[in-house]
Structures are given as structure tokens and as C-alpha cells.
């Protein structure tokens, strides 16, 4: 079976050797030294000015909201993972959806001003598929506006904007380290942010809101992570370099054999990203096309993944909001396998059953 992703497991022994450790100081969780390493390790390796290790990505969204103190309406993109909507309503504000550019799929900063209301507090967008906003338009309009920004980074490590880790724009950028990611810790995420003052903020909401085992500054949550998660951090850092080496061979690869083909729509890079080569995007002319391609695909044991359908616009808890571009491209997008020792064979065979069914 090809799936669409398969996380990377560092060889045992270098795990088990963290284990060992972990064993001997007998520390589990709460900020112990192996959540520590992996915060300065990212932060060395990212070259970003704050790192604050969470449990998962989508709490990280949610701590982001509370840091900020957001209410009312967010401006958000209706093309990406349920959870960049989903977070927004648990902490009662409202997403307004702005739809995409159809070329880099990212939310189009031209139709944001129309979408600003009274009540608009925010703008939350995805890098989706690691693939860089227009992030100098939309601090533009925020700056205009006053408005604060989140940027849902999910996708977002290792890619660069204006030579810089995505991770440093915004006020708050978040990350997930879910197993599917491209770098990660099982399950786990981070915020970013290059304001301490947020960063103190959000170090409390992390853990309950304790200054001291006795002492409470504001409301916290549980977001804590563990020394377990860290440790698979820390084993799958030292295999990055090699990892998006791989990766970026195998992207070329899909890219130089679809890019002749007038049949499928490939990603558009952002000006000024350096792009980790997270996903591969395919957009076939229609959904009974892509259809076509999946049950193809399927019957090769080839698992491709509809990233991302629905459009969040029409999800059953959301206003819906027309965004034509988003709800097209949902619905003909699949993302191609894509991980750390996927062969050439294997992607020669999927892009074959791909040509023979456009
Ligand atoms: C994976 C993902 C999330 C959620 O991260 P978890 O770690 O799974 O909670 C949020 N947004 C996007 C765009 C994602 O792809």
C-alpha cells in the first residue's frame, strides 16, 4: 500500500536512548528537559526567536485566539484543514470566509478589505500545503486596519518568506508536529510569536495559568506536552536535512512529468518563498475526473488523499459565504503520495495511471 503520507520513525536505537534516560530521571512531563531541548533545538534549527511546545496543533490555534484575546469576526481562508475553522467557532468568534487565489490556493489579500467589518478583529490564514501566503499584502491590510494575525502554519516547516522561517510573521504563527507532518513528535504543535510579551502570555495558558505551584495568573488550559513526544522530536531532527533532501527530489520528480500536461493545474509558488515541498497538489479538470484518478489509483493500492475537500465554507457550523475558487478547487484537488522513502518506481507508476485516466 502507497498512502499519501508515512510518518518518518527515526532507527530504534537512537529512540531508546532517550528512553533510558527518561527512565533514569524519571520526569514524564511539565517542562521537563527534553521539552526544553527540543524548544532550543527548533529554535536553533528554524533560526526563530521563540518556540513554545504544545501537545497539538489545533490547541495551538486555540491559545493563539486566547492570547490575542480575539472576539467577534475572523477573516479566514475556506481552503484548509477543518481545524482552522473549527478552533475559530470553539472560541466563539465568527469565521468570514475570503476566498482563494486560485494559482497559489492561499486566501487572495485582494478580497480581504471587502470582508472587514465593525466587528473584525482578526485575520487567520494557512500556508497551505507549506506553500507561503502573500504575507507582506496581508500585514499591509492589517496594519491598515489594526487588526491582528494569525498565520495557521501547520504546513509551514521549513518554508521560508523573504529569506525568514514562515514561523517568524504574524503576531502568532502555529504549527502542527502531528505523525502526518512533515517534521513531528507523534502528536504535538508549537506557536511561535516574536513578541515576549505574548509569549509570557501564552507560556501561562499552557499550563493552567500557574506562577507557582500555589499561584494562578488568569485562565490556562492543559497544553502541555510530554518528554516522550519530545524525544521523537529530537530523534526526527536530526534526520531533517535528509528528509526534505527526499523529499524535494521526489517533488521535482511529480512536477517535471505533470508540468507538460495541459490537463492538470500544479501549485504556483508565492514570490519571495522558498517552499518545503511539503504536499503535491494535483487539480484535474473536473471531479469526475479526479474520481477517475482515485478509483484508478485505488485499485494500484495507491491511496491519495482529497486535501482538502470540503471547502470549510460549507461545513454544517459556519455562515457560508460564496468562495467560488476554493470550492472549485476542493473539489478537484487530490495531494499525491509523498514521504521520506517513497520510490521512484512507485511514483513512475502512479504518474502513469495518472496520464492514462486525465
Ligand atoms: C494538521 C493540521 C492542523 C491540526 O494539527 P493537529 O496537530 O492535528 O491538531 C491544523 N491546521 C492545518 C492546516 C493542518 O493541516
Not at 492589517?142 to 517568524?168: Q, R
Amino acid at each position: 500500500m502507497i498512502p499519501v503520507t508515512k510518518p518518518f520513525l527515526p532507527p530504534r536505537e537512537e529512540y531508546n536512548k532517550y528512553l533510558n534516560d527518561i527512565w533514569e530521571r524519571q520526569w514524564l512531563t511539565n517542562h521537563g528537559p527534553l521539552v526544553n531541548e527540543l524548544e532550543s533545538k527548533l529554535k536553533e534549527h528554524l533560526n526563530v526567536s521563540s518556540a513554545l511546545f504544545l501537545s497539538n496543533g489545533t490547541i495551538a490555534i486555540q491559545i493563539a485566539i486566547k492570547a490575542l484575546e480575539l472576539t467577534g469576526e475572523i477573516i479566514t481562508t475556506p481552503f484548509s484543514y477543518v481545524a482552522t475553522t473549527s478552533t475559530i467557532v470553539w472560541e466563539n468568534c465568527k469565521p468570514v470566509f475570503v476566498d482563494i487565489d486560485p494559482l497559489t490556493f492561499n486566501i487572495d489579500p485582494a478580497k480581504i478589505e471587502a470582508a472587514i467589518t465593525e466587528k473584525t478583529t482578526a485575520i487567520m490564514a494557512t500556508h497551505v500545503f507549506g506553500n507561503a501566503c502573500d504575507i507582506d499584502a496581508i500585514a499591509a491590510i492589517a496594519k491598515k486596519h489594526g487588526l491582528k494575525v494569525i498565520y495557521d502554519a501547520a504546513h509551514g516547516f521549513g518554508t521560508l518568506y523573504n529569506g525568514k522561517s514562515v514561523f517568524e510573521y504574524g503576531d502568532i504563527s502555529t504549527c502542527s508536529f502531528h505523525a502526518t507532518k512533515i517534521f513531528h513528535t507523534v502528536e504535538g504543535g508549537a506557536v511561535f510569536t516574536t513578541q515576549p510579551q505574548l509569549l509570557e502570555k501564552m507560556l501561562l495558558l499552557r499550563n493552567f495559568g500557574h506562577t507557582s505551584p500555589v499561584t494562578f495568573d488568569g485562565i490556562g488550559i492543559n497544553a502541555k506536552n510530554s518528554e516522550f513526544h519530545a524525544a521523537m522530536g529530537l530523534c526526527c531532527m536530526n534526520h531533517m536535512d535528509e528528509i526534505f533532501k527526499n523529499r524535494k527530489t521526489q517533488w521535482q520528480h511529480y512536477q517535471a512529468a505533470l508540468r507538460e500536461s495541459n490537463k492538470v493545474q500544479l501549485l504556483t509558488v508565492t514570490k519571495g518563498c522558498d517552499f518545503n515541498c511539503a504536499y503535491f497538489p494535483v487539480v484535474f479538470e473536473s471531479e469526475a475526473v479526479l474520481q477517475k484518478v482515485l478509483a484508478a489509483l485505488n485499485l494500484q493500492y495507491v491511496q491519495p488523499r482529497r486535501y482538502f475537500f470540503p471547502s470549510l465554507n460549507t461545513v454544517n457550523y459556519v455562515d457560508n459565504r460564496s468562495s467560488p475558487h476554493s470550492e472549485s478547487i476542493a473539489q478537484r484537488v487530490l495531494c499525491l503520495p509523498l514521504y521520506h522513502n517513497l520510490r521512484k518506481e512507485d511514483q513512475d507508476m502512479i504518474l502513469k495511471v495518472i496520464m492514462k485516466n486525465l
